[in-house]
């Protein structure tokens, strides 16, 4: 029987390295901010919105829109058949990998481990549990970490429009410790509301770990300039963009 990580190393080819927060990376999401500026426009923008986001960000790879691993996380949310439910076990493999092999890199990062993954509510109305618990189910470790924290709230949250209310804790929280995991992440503005209305909630969120960070390279020269240098060196499952290996 293939392991986890048998099914996500072969998912390398389709992954993009984050850099580390340096010179030219954005401080929080690891995507490319604008010249002269520590933090990007949409970590900026989406945060002077919310009361307490979440101050680290992890992702797993880059992503561009059409490209292999954007294609991937969108598949895997489509009709249960054979085809969706490669994409989805894919996409439980490559959460489950990474977590395996930084979450202590994850945990030193954030001063601290978690007690509970959880996962952002869509944003949309969805018939259903969520593919990604879904996939979060198919790795043991994970599905015995996780619990949904969050329902939807009263607030809608668009791209560039983050909200307090726009998701609403199922339970009473009192300093639970929260590792929140999304698919995708662009602006920010869903995975950051989620964390920010568990923290007013009375949890901690250690740290937001979505799979892709989605960069546009036609969004600037210096968009096109990072993803370049991105997506030239190999992506390697034993490094990450906060651990010193």
């Not at 390295?17 to 927060?21: E, G, L, T």
């Given at each position: 029987m293939a392991t986890v990580r048998d099914v996500a190393l072969p998912l390398a080819t389709m992954c993009t390295?984050?850099?580390?927060?340096g010179d030219d990376v954005c401080d929080r999401c690891h995507g490319c901010p604008h010249a002269g500026y520590h933090r990007c426009w949409s970590c900026r923008h989406v945060e002077g919105q919310l009361a307490l986001p979440c101050e680290l960000v992890v992702p797993i790879s880059l992503s561009t829109v059409h490209g292999q691993l954007h294609y991937q996380l969108r598949s895997y949310k489509g009709p249960r058949a054979d085809m969706s439910w490669d994409f989805l076990v894919k996409t439980a493999a490559l959460l489950g990998h990474f977590l395996q092999v930084h979450g202590a890199c994850v945990s030193a990062a954030a001063g601290g481990g978690w007690d509970i993954i959880s996962s952002v509510p869509s944003s949309a109305d969805r018939a259903g549990e969520h593919p990604l618990i879904t996939a979060i189910n198919l790795v043991r470790p994970l599905r015995d970490q996780h619990e949904t924290l969050l329902g939807r709230g009263n607030a809608p949250i668009t791209?560039?429009?983050a909200s307090d209310q726009g998701y609403r804790p199922l339970r009473r929280l009192d300093g639970e410790r929260v590792l929140l995991v999304d698919d995708t992440f662009t602006s920010g503005a869903r995975a950051q509301s989620a964390a920010s209305a568990l923290n007013i909630a009375?949890?901690?969120?250690?740290a937001i770990v979505p799979i892709g960070r989605v960069i546009s390279p036609d969004w600037s020269d210096q968009h096109a300039s990072y993803w370049q240098?991105?997506?030239k060196l190999a992506y390697d499952f034993d490094k990450c963009c906060v651990g010193n290996h």
């Open positions: 390295k984050v850099p580390a927060v791209h560039t429009v009375g949890a901690t969120v250690v240098r991105q997506s």
